[in-house]
């Protein structure tokens, strides 16, 4: 069985460090050479494929293991672009897939070519150890690789939800967008995604009287628009908590190594009002959880002026906004009028983020995560996670798919914090251990 092991981990680093060094980059992606590169290893041990392009260099790329039908497939999904490099703040090649230190090093480490790799050797474990065992599997596993994540998904999930739903259905998904974070005193928790907030865009324009510049005006627009941004900076949406985020806050105090924070954990799930606000007003200060209480808002561009000596009749501010599941952007959008309290200030919703429901925090596949992270490593805490960042899993569970969203591998935050930034790295020893997580849960759901 050691060694059995040892060959598998091998096998998973050495198929990691080979996808790093497929350039995939987005834009422009040019995945395909990435998926052909897949779909031969998958035809090399008799999984079947299906390989879809939605444009000549850029690829979809479906692997399935048949099961009895018992029960709907479960889908394991991963992006195989990433995002730009700024090669010369990287202390190696980003697209080398270097191991120092215990760490493969790359572009996509961790985002996602390490969960796509994960995937992969989960697809090629299930093959060799239940398949061609003579096992039995209740339902398809189905892995699907994508392009374009990255980029809004147009040439990627999107596509395939418009043009090839057939391909994903599936009762379960697992994806990006979760966490497994080692904490302070190296207690470890697991944050399973089942729901993420709604991201929106919101234009708030001032408009006042335009004019030489020599001659100053009352109601300029710029300062309107400055005394509306300073109103708004002061001000927060109301707090709100989800099922998810209250099973969240809940177990996460019971392993969080900071006193005073496990203590407003603690207190802000309780059912008396004053104790739950005194509890929120201590997680508020901490930018993460302040993001899953509450509808966020944050100004990220400004537009307007003509010239460097006239006053300009209109400027603009954009708002991205992000709703709690279940809150009415609308509704975000006429509170933030009110805050702003100009009436020649308009304010207008002009992005318009889709609803998705939250998956299931009780589901079959949550609990078949949950089982086999606490078989790896019993002291794990796992948790139901609102994640604050979007993902190709809205889409899915639009679709109906209870998706969920892990990161498998454990990391300090600091190694997370390298995701989309310099010399991004996966720890050797996380990777196998996401790796085992996605093909322990993978078997558990499949009943085989
Ligand atoms: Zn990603």
């Not at 479906?62 to 497939?73: C, D, E, M, T, V």
Request: net charge negative; hydrophobic share 45%.
């Amino acid at each position: 069985m050691a060694a059995d092991r040892s060959a598998i981990e091998a096998e998973t680093v050495a198929l990691l460090q080979a996808l790093i060094r497929f350039n995939t980059t987005n834009p422009p992606g040019n995945e395909l050479p990435l998926a052909s590169f897949l779909q031969g290893i998958f035809a090399k041990e008799g999984i079947a494929t299906t390989m879809l392009l939605p444009t000549p260099s850029r690829a979809a790329l479906i692997a399935r293991l048949r099961g009895n039908g018992k029960a709907r497939p479960v889908m394991l999904l991963a992006h195989m672009d990433v995002v730009g490099v700024e090669a010369e703040k990287w202390s190696c090649d980003p697209f080398g897939g270097i191991i120092r230190d215990g760490y493969v090093y790359g572009r996509g480490a961790i985002d996602d070519k390490g969960m796509l790799a994960a995937n992969a050797m989960a697809m090629l474990q299930v093959k060799r150890e239940v398949i061609d065992k003579g096992g039995e599997l209740d339902r398809d596993v189905v892995f699907v690789a994508t392009s374009d994540e990255e980029a809004g998904g147009a040439d990627g999930m999107r596509w395939l939800v418009e043009n090839h739903p057939e391909h994903l259905d599936a009762e379960f998904a697992m994806n990006e967008g979760g966490r497994t974070r080692i904490i302070e005193g190296g207690k470890r928790y697991l944050a399973i995604q089942t729901a993420e907030k709604i991201s929106h865009q919101v234009t708030m324009t001032a408009r006042g009287p335009a004019g030489h510049a020599a001659i100053p005006l009352q109601g300029n627009a710029v300062f309107q628009l400055g005394r509306a941004l300073a109103l708004l900076a002061d001000y927060r949406e109301p707090v709100t908590l989800t099922s998810t985020t209250t099973r969240f806050f809940a177990e996460l105090s019971n392993v969080w190594p900071v006193a005073d924070v496990a203590e407003a954990m603690k207190k802000v799930v309780s059912s008396d009002a004053a104790t739950s606000g005194a509890g929120a007003e201590v997680l508020s200060r901490i930018p993460v959880f302040n993001a899953v209480m509450r509808n966020g808002i944050s100004p990220v561009a400004l537009s307007g002026g003509v010239a460097g000596n006239v006053i300009p009749a209109e400027v603009s501010a954009t708002l991205n906004v992000r709703t709690i599941p279940g809150h009415k952007i609308e509704d975000v959008a006429e509170r933030i009028r009110q805050c702003a309290g100009s009436e020649s200030l308009t304010v207008s919703i002009t992005s318009h983020g889709q609803e998705a429901p939250g998956s299931d925090p009780h589901s079959a596949m949550f609990e078949s995560i949950a089982l086999s992270a606490k078989s790896l490593d019993p002291a794990i805490a796992v948790v139901p996670y609102l994640s604050t960042g979007g993902t190709d899993s809205a889409h899915l569970r639009r679709l109906g798919i209870n998706a969920y969203g892990i990161l498998p591998f454990p990391m300090e935050q600091p190694d997370e914090e390298r995701m989309h930034g310099h010399d991004e790295r996966v720890p050797v020893a996380s990777l196998h251990f996401g790796t085992r997580l996605i093909f322990e849960s993978v078997r558990r759901v499949a009943g085989a």
